[in-house]
């Protein structure tokens, strides 16, 4: 597949046999990817004398369990925040024990459930510290906290630390939060932190001065001495726009010695985790497209495909950038035009002023690194289905998730 014409017959033979839209996975780079973290694990644990490092893929970046079996091959944990993504993982049969629940507000059966599956939860509020305490006291758990510093991320939406964020407990809340756990009786085994998503080499120094302060909150707070746990969260980025790709071993040089000062002043500390998700399956996967219409208005020309905010909403949600490839003519004129998708909203736009080959109905269009944020995402918006999922690795591919059908959408309704 390394021209235009292989592409083309490829990616046709697949929409043909599975439908269009549809959501394609290169296998081999999403083993790259896992093995990428792996490598990142186990230099970071060359930083340290027995702290082991853990990393958690965050389900919600993309929960196919074919994904996520290939993530358990590699050796790593995952984490969740729901019901659903838990018996995924289970069905994939991570252990207990490699399951994180990081949770924003749950309510208290599905407190009980993560309890009774023996699975280690991560709360973010005194709220819920107070709820989940008056069910299971005595029992282990992490909290989520919010030392007040500036998060990183592409966008506001994704910034979970700092002022403006509804994640973790703030300092001023301290004393509230430590009468709840003592009233509960509660085990505060870990401590949990997480700045951002999506932050690149430009954003290296602010993540590990974030890691820094929040160390610095931990050591004014003697409540803190007997962690175990320290989570980092994730928010390892990948190039969406020509940008240079994240550096590991720039990040593991300035982080290594940061984790390295701070298990020394902590005999306590037995593990660190962090929590990729983005980075994994993102770049391997793509959602692939047909154009429909082509359209010049007001002097803009308008390419509408069948790739709508109901089948990836990132554009339309955050301004994001994804570079697109359409599959056509070589020889048509190049011009600049929005590509949009098929809802009735002037949001359903999927890029702006694009310089492209003037596409015909039919051709076939590529949108690049949908593989995270993307089905994960979809909806059934405007009664459209969502896509089938595909794997492939080199030109073998496989069915991973059947395309909706409107009978299996009809069936949840009570006429």
Not at 148 to 163: L, Y
Not at 360 to 374: K, L, Q, S
Not at 383 to 411: C, F, H, S, W
């Amino acid at each position: 597949m390394e021209n235009n014409t292989q592409l083309n017959n490829f990616f046709q033979g697949l929409l043909n046999r599975y439908g269009s839209p549809l959501y394609v996975y290169n296998e081999k780079i999403l083993r790259e990817r896992c093995q990428t973290i792996l490598n990142f694990k186990n230099s970071l644990e060359g930083y340290l004398n027995n702290t082991k490092v853990n990393m958690h893929y965050s389900t919600k970046a993309n929960n196919n369990p074919a994904i996520l079996k290939i993530v358990k091959e590699y050796g790593l944990n995952v984490d969740c925040m729901s019901l659903l993504e838990l018996d995924l993982n289970k069905k994939c049969e991570f252990e207990d024990k490699r399951i994180l629940y990081v949770c924003n507000n749950i309510d208290k059966d599905e407190m009980d459930v993560v309890f009774n599956s023996n699975i280690l939860i991560c709360l973010d509020s005194i709220s819920q510290i107070e709820t989940w305490g008056s069910i299971h006291p005595g029992s282990d758990i992490m909290i989520r906290l919010n030392p007040g510093v500036e998060g990183v991320g592409h966008s506001q939406e994704v910034i979970t630390a700092g002022k403006k964020t509804k994640f973790g407990i703030t300092e001023e809340n301290y004393k509230e939060m430590f009468e709840a756990i003592d009233k509960y009786n509660l085990n505060v085994i870990g401590l949990h932190q997480h700045l951002g998503s999506l932050f690149l080499n430009d954003k290296i120094d602010k993540y590990v001065k974030g890691v820094e302060s929040f160390f610095e909150l931990i050591n004014r707070y003697t409540e803190f001495d007997n962690v175990k746990i320290i989570d980092l969260g994730g928010g390892f980025g990948v190039p969406y726009n020509g940008e240079e790709k994240l550096d590991f071993n720039l990040l593991i040089n300035k982080l290594g010695n940061v984790l390295k000062k701070f298990e020394q002043e902590h005999k306590s500390i037995e593990e660190f985790k962090f929590e990729p998700g983005r980075y994994i399956p993102c770049e391997s996967g793509m959602i692939l497209g047909r154009v429909n219409a082509i359209k010049h208005e007001n002097n803009t020309y308008w390419i509408g495909t069948d790739i709508g905010m109901n089948q990836l909403v990132r554009p339309s949600m955050y301004d994001a950038y994804h570079r697109v490839k359409i599959l056509g003519a070589s020889n048509s004129p190049e011009i600049t035009a929005n590509i949009c998708g098929n809802v009735c909203e002037s949001g359903d736009v999927l890029a702006k002023d694009r310089k492209i080959k003037l596409p015909i109905p039919g051709d076939i269009i590529m949108v690049y690194n949908a593989g995270a944020y993307g089905y994960s995402m979809a909806s059934n918006y405007t009664g459209r289905l969502r896509p089938a999922e595909v794997m492939y690795n080199d030109n073998q591919d496989r069915l991973i998730r059947y395309r909706e059908t409107i009978d299996y959408l009809e069936k949840s309704i009570v006429w």
